[in-house]
């Protein structure tokens, strides 16, 4: 990002994440631009939109994986917790303190336990009480305790596929993350599971904020407190879910995505 | 049911075709291998003996064992790995880990395959020239050593890349949004991951230095040696080249002799094929992904 950071805006001490005029660019592509929104603290902010539109892309920004990617650069400004992002000494700070849940369930190829030790690890958490205590109880608020309680000790990477997306929600949750973000996590999960993910979801949004990148409308309108449409690389609109579902649009397009004539 | 139709009797036969095809040339292949070790254990087989493998040659040579070229060569190729392998794993490391995608890199990488394909007589010569006469080692078992690592490090750097690349890129992904640095999930991750198929691709490739001649015969292979190396900057005695010596260059051996020694240098490297072999079918059974 060009501008060095000066003082944050006084809206962004008291939002979770604030975004102005973020543009993402693959090498000379513009894959996002003009996106402005904010996110509350406790929210669960949902974003909806078809393939290519540029939401993973939005999320990598704000725990700064265009670090990692060389060809992927940002213009715009993004705070977290009141701080800009590309000012953050430490990245690896950072992104321990954001979740990240993939498409598709990637159980590490460790066992079920050092799958969710593996970040208290990192972050320098190494006796075996504590982290028996951070295993079980991130694995519980997964609700996947009970199905692995006995076999902690088997590969994670051979648990079913719904098993291993809920896996991966208990490794972000020992992250202890201040901010939890899903990219279309249901994409490769059967509707049951889907449906107690969503529950966690809901137990979640009272200790966390939570940034729903979905695949399917309908769950923008179980979860998210509001919502916004991303369509060809442009944030087209973006409202209170209720009101969006409602017909309440400024954009006819948000409609018709929602309404599902197009997309 | 079904009847056959003429387009499937016709694909049928094709088929079967194709698998008398691959199965002869199967045959063919194996051939070679199967008569090369028919003729040293019928030719060679009277000749070894406990005291053939654990006796200095005696009387010219013409007489006695070949415990100093079985030493030699098991010292030679075990210094080679303690040089080769830690190196070649972290340009290998570095290479896929670490460096950016850009021409440089891309050049390296060309420069390493192309690095395998050159003679061993060449690299015997940068042998001598580098580590006999310009770091000083004289002719000695670290010069030789060194030498056959450099020869073998294309290889090592190839096939620890190829582990790694088999590692799928989300593992990493993964990581690095959990906040882990690259080193971190290189440790955690991508290396108990690889480690199977570095270890299985080093011993394969590196057993094959045991059988080389030409990089060890100018650096520190000698023709006789009454004594046992005591440390790597002695001279020592290599199978591979004993081979080429009694088979060639002294009077009078028995025939028996040459067929034993070739015996036992191919059995050397076929020991350290099947160990990973083994290895690596151990490993398969715990497939983890
Ligand atoms: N690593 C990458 N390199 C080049 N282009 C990319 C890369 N990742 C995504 N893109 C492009 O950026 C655009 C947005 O992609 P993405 O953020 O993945 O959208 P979504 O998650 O909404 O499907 C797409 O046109 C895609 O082709
Ligand atoms: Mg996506």
Redo the contacts with the bound molecule.
């Keep these: 990002m060009v501008n060095p950071s000066q003082d944050a805006p006084a809206q962004a001490k008291n939002k979770k994440v604030l975004i102005e005029n973020l543009e993402?660019k693959?090498?000379d592509?513009v894959?996002?631009t003009d996106v402005n929104l904010d996110i509350e603290a406790n929210e669960i902010y949902g974003i909806i939109?078809?393939?290519?539109?540029?939401?993973?892309?939005?999320l990598?920004c704000i725990n700064r994986m265009d670090d990692m990617?060389p060809?992927?650069s940002t213009t715009g400004r993004v705070w977290f917790n009141g701080i800009d992002v590309t000012n953050w000494r430490n990245l690896y700070s950072l992104r321990r303190q954001i979740g990240v849940v993939f498409p598709l369930p990637v159980g590490l190829p460790l066992t079920v336990y050092n799958n969710v030790a593996l970040a208290p690890q990192l972050s320098g958490i190494n006796k075996k009480a504590d982290l028996d205590e951070i295993v079980e109880r991130c694995l519980r608020r997964a609700a996947l305790w009970d199905e692995v309680k006995d076999r902690l000790d088997s590969l994670g990477s051979l648990l079913s596929g719904g098993q291993q997306q809920r896996l991966t929600i208990a490794r972000a949750l020992s992250q202890e993350p201040d901010l939890l973000m899903l990219?279309?996590f249901s994409i490769a999960v059967d509707p049951v599971t889907t449906m107690r993910i969503e529950d966690v979801l809901k137990e979640l949004k009272k200790e966390m904020t939570i940034i729903l990148?979905t695949n399917l409308v309908q769950q923008a309108q179980r979860l998210a407190d509001r919502t916004a449409f991303?369509l060809n690389?442009r944030m087209v609109e973006m409202g209170k879910t209720e009101d969006l579902f409602a017909g309440k649009v400024q954009h006819q397009e948000t409609l018709d995505y929602i309404e599902g004539r197009f997309g | 049911m079904f009847q056959e139709t003429q387009q499937n009797i016709k694909h049928k036969k094709t088929e079967r075709l194709f698998r008398i095809l691959f199965l002869m040339m199967v045959l063919l292949l194996i051939t070679p291998v199967l008569m090369i070790l028919g003729t040293l254990i019928v030719k060679g087989g009277p000749a070894i003996s406990l005291e053939f493998l654990f006796t200095n040659p005696t009387n010219g040579m013409t007489e006695g064992g070949l415990f100093p070229a079985l030493l030699g060569t098991i010292w030679l190729v075990v210094v080679a790995l303690l040089a080769s392998v830690p190196l070649g794993i972290a340009a290998a490391l570095y290479l896929s880990e670490y460096a950016p995608d850009n021409w440089l890199t891309r050049a390296i990488n060309l420069a390493i395959v192309n690095l395998a394909g050159v003679p061993s007589i060449v690299h015997a010569l940068f042998g001598v020239g580098a580590f006999v006469i310009f770091f000083d080692f004289g002719t000695s078992i670290l010069a030789a050593s060194l030498t056959l690592a450099v020869m073998t490090l294309p290889v090592v750097i190839v096939a620890t890349r190829e582990s790694l690349q088999a590692v799928p890129q989300a593992f990493r992904e993964a990581c690095w949004n959990m906040g882990a640095t690259r080193w971190q999930t290189i440790r955690r991750v991508v290396l108990p991951n690889a480690i199977s198929g570095i270890l299985t691709g080093i011993i394969l490739e590196v057993s094959r230095t045991a059988g080389e001649t030409a990089p060890i015969m100018f650096t520190g292979a000698a023709f006789y040696l009454p004594f046992l190396p005591e440390s790597v900057f002695d001279q020592t005695m290599a199978l591979a080249l004993h081979l080429f010596v009694v088979a060639t260059q002294v009077p009078n051996v028995p025939p028996s002799m040459p067929y034993g020694v070739a015996l036992v240098l191919i059995s050397i490297v076929l020991l350290f094929n099947a160990m990973s072999i083994t290895f690596r079918m151990y490993l398969r059974g715990q497939k983890k992904w």
């Design positions: 993402i693959y090498g592509t894959a996002l939109g078809p393939a290519n539109s540029g939401k993973t892309s939005f990598n990617r060809n992927m990219d279309e990148v991303f690389g």
